[in-house]
C-alpha cells in the first residue's frame, strides 16, 4: 500500500513538473530577415496552448490552438479536436525534443526543433 502511493506521488510530481511555458525561436527578426518563433504554455489542469509566428518582409503568419497534453513515461503528446492538431515530444530536463515523424504532417509545426523552458 505505501509502495502504491509512494508511486503514485512520484507520478503527480513528474507531472506537474512538465507544467510550463517553452519556447524557441529562429530567424534574425529585423526588417529585412525572416523569423519564426514557437511557444507552448501546458497547464496543470492538462490543457496547452500553442502559438506559432512566421515574419518575413513579405508575409505575417499567426497560428494559434489549444487542446489536451497527457504525459506517459518520457513522451508527452499534445491532442486538438479543432484543427486535426497532434504531436508528440520526448521531455528531457527542461527540454521537449519533437518526435520528427509526427512533426512534419502538421504545416504550423514545421521547422520546429527542441522548445526550452523559460523561467517565470
Known amino acids: 500500500m505505501i509502495k502504491s502511493l509512494a508511486l503514485l506521488a512520484l507520478f ?17 527578426g529585423r526588417t ?14 492538462g490543457k496547452f496552448k500553442y502559438h506559432f509566428h512566421s515574419f518575413s518582409r513579405l508575409t505575417n503568419y499567426n497560428y494559434h490552438t489549444e487542446g489536451q497534453w497527457t504525459l506517459r513515461n518520457d513522451t ?17 530536463n527542461d527540454k521537449l525534443i519533437p518526435i520528427q515523424s509526427i512533426v512534419f504532417q502538421n ?14
Not at 504545416?107 to 517565470?120: A, F, S
Open 12 to 28: 503527480s510530481y513528474f507531472q506537474l513538473s512538465i507544467v510550463g511555458t517553452y519556447i524557441q525561436e529562429k530567424g534574425d
Open 107 to 120: 504545416k504550423n509545426l514545421h521547422n520546429v526543433d527542441t522548445l526550452r523552458r523559460i523561467n517565470q
Open 32 to 45: 529585412d530577415g525572416d523569423s519564426q518563433d514557437w511557444t507552448l504554455t501546458l497547464t496543470e489542469s
Open 76 to 92: 508527452l503528446m499534445l491532442a486538438a479536436s479543432k484543427d486535426a492538431f497532434f504531436v508528440k515530444f520526448v521531455a528531457k
